[in-house]
């Protein structure tokens, strides 16, 4: 059976619960990072979701800016039956747009779904370390993603098994 088409919007207030259920199960199967849903409505505006012509929430991720020229793809889910029928593309699509309006140059990501993000021009950042001066500036940040751009010891119980990579745009 052929999926609906599905759009991408900017989220609201009301999907946080929608966003909360599909990011529950990945959480669960150590996924991705569980987030509070007092963060997740502080940071509503960072979202995006896609849904179907019914309105349903199929899908969600989030662009996080970290500093003038990089920021991070965060929360990126899809329903486990939406996989593989472009709803990632087009969710990372429209953070890639929204990345590029604010006037960043590069974006982050620390993901599982290595291949995902390869196809779409993430590569492995290895051992990259920024220059020291901005390395000073981003080290005073308290952001978890900040630190796990940085590889920094205090948040390596959440960087195990990932993958930090990095996209110029």
Known sequence: MTQPPITVRRARTPDVPKIVDLVEPL????????KERVDLYGAVQEFRVAETADGTVVGCGALHVMWEDLGEIRTLAVGDEWLGHGVGHALLAALESDARELGLSRLFCLTFEVSFFGRHGFEDMGAEIVDPELYAELVRSHDEGVAEFLDLARVKQNTLG???????L
């Open 162 to 168: 990932n993958t930090r990579m990095l996209k110029v």
């Open 27 to 34: 959480v669960a199967r150590r996924i991705l990072l569980g």
